[in-house]
């Protein structure tokens, strides 16, 4: 893929809720990517790993640099790998500084890994959540029903399971990364105490009848109950979409769901961020 040319001007605040920095398809200018996202105002970058691999990697990049925030975690189309996984990521999540367990969940659409691995892995992990008091990094693809259904019980059960912030805010349990259910399914997940989390696919245009779902949450739910991502180094903005998404172009989300919304960029930048802060407990300067 190749890098953008031009980068949005800066937005104070802004957190990237969920990227993937360590992909290989931004090995060669790191450093460069880096530099652009502190450049574009972020505060903070939310570094999920997929696999023991990558989260070992999302941990490294974290101990580097005080503003990049690990999530470790086992994506459902690497579920497979449960068993010959489960005893190392159990014992690096409990050894290591993470802000939460994920990318987890359910992916019917790919199906790399079968139904009943991918929900032994996702129900195994919630309770390594549950366990280590971490919120949980949610991902959902043409599973909307039954990732529902897990989750619903699960909180039922568990409840506001999470300590409260060294702040003292109540927070929620986690988040649905890159959100693509519609209006309705956010409101019930928003009830179950999880936040949206708005990705750069919210700016591609509807196409024929077919209305952009993601335009109308953005609209409906509570900014409150907002977060913004980039999931780099894939689904770009526009107008850099055809080039390799990074956290700077967060920024790029940002004011598109600002102007959805009919609000100022930096309310909708500096309402996310602290969204972010609260569920995975950082703080930022």
């Not at 209305?211 to 609209?219: E, H, I, M, S």
């Amino acid at each position: 893929m190749k890098s953008a040319t031009t980068f949005p001007e800066s937005l104070p605040g802004i957190i990237d809720s969920h990227a993937h920095t360590w992909d290989k398809e931004l090995h060669n200018d790191h450093s460069a990517v880096l530099e652009r996202s502190w450049s574009a105002g972020l505060s903070a970058i939310i570094e999920v790993g997929v696999d023991l691999k990558t989260s070992r990697q999302a941990a490294e990049l974290a101990d580097q640099d005080p503003r990049i925030h690990a999530v470790a975690g086992l994506h459902p189309h690497e579920a497979k790998h449960l068993g010959t996984q489960k005893a190392e990521l159990e014992q690096l999540v409990a050894d290591g500084d993470f802000v939460a367990v994920g990318e987890i969940g359910l992916d019917f659409f790919r199906n790399f890994s079968s139904t009943e691995e991918q929900e032994r892995a996702f129900s195994w992990q919630l309770e390594l959540a549950l366990e280590h008091s971490l919120p949980v990094v949610i991902h959902s693809r043409e599973a909307d029903d039954a990732t529902y259904e897990i989750l619903k019980a699960w909180a039922s059960q568990v409840g506001r399971y999470l300590p409260r912030t060294k702040q003292g805010d109540e927070r929620p349990i986690g988040m649905l990364h890159c959100f693509s259910g519609d209006s309705a399914l956010a409101q019930r997940y928003l009830e179950l105490g999880f936040l949206i989390s708005i990705p750069g696919t919210v700016t591609y245009p509807s196409k024929g009848t077919n209305k952009n779902r993601g335009q109308d949450v953005a609209q409906s739910i509570p900014l409150t109950g907002m977060l913004l991502e980039t999931d780099c180094p894939y689904l770009t903005p526009v107008p850099h979409r055809g080039y390799r998404n990074e956290p700077a172009l967060v920024v790029e989300t940002a004011r598109f769901v600002a102007q959805l919304r009919g609000e100022q960029p930096e309310i909708v930048a500096n309402v996310t961020a602290d969204n972010a802060r609260v569920l995975f407990d950082i703080t930022t300067t």
